[in-house]
């Protein structure tokens, strides 16, 4: 195995320990990278995407075991991660053959999130504007 890229970033959509509908896989997106992570990344042949929203630069990581979260000081996170939870991603990758067809996707291979933000908590709420 390749030394994991090391990217500090937001977490939006975290999947970790229910599978998602569409991808029935677990699955994370990675967000807000710098522009050395994108560096880092792209020239290991990950690709990474832009909508032009709030998570600017991100990746999807996808898992068919469910995905382990750990906090700053390496204990289990049991609750569901919120998006806007900030955190350390470790990515590595692997490469695939299926149907003639081949590519490369990241691989987490490990969450730490500093930063949390509960799946559902009110203060995401709070932050809102009332209309």
């Not at 999947?15 to 020239?43: H, M, R």
């Not at 990474?48 to 898992?63: A, P």
Request: include cysteine; aromatic fraction near 10%.
């Amino acid at each position: 195995m390749t030394k994991p890229i090391v990217v500090g970033c937001t977490y939006y959509w975290a999947q970790t320990n229910s599978v998602n509908d569409l991808s029935q896989k677990y699955q994370v997106n990675i967000g807000n990278l710098s522009e050395k992570a994108v560096e880092a990344l792209s020239s290991n042949g990950i690709e990474v995407k832009n909508k032009g929203d709030e998570q600017g630069y991100y990746i999807t990581v996808k898992s068919a075991n469910p995905i382990k979260v750990f906090d700053a000081d390496g204990l289990p996170v049991v609750t569901n991660v919120g998006n806007g939870s900030k955190g350390r991603a470790a990515i590595s990758f692997y490469d695939w053959n299926y149907k003639n067809k081949s590519g490369r996707s990241p691989s987490l291979v490990k969450m730490i999130v500093d930063d949390l933000v509960e799946y559902g908590d009110d203060a995401q709420i709070e932050d809102l504007e009332v209309l």
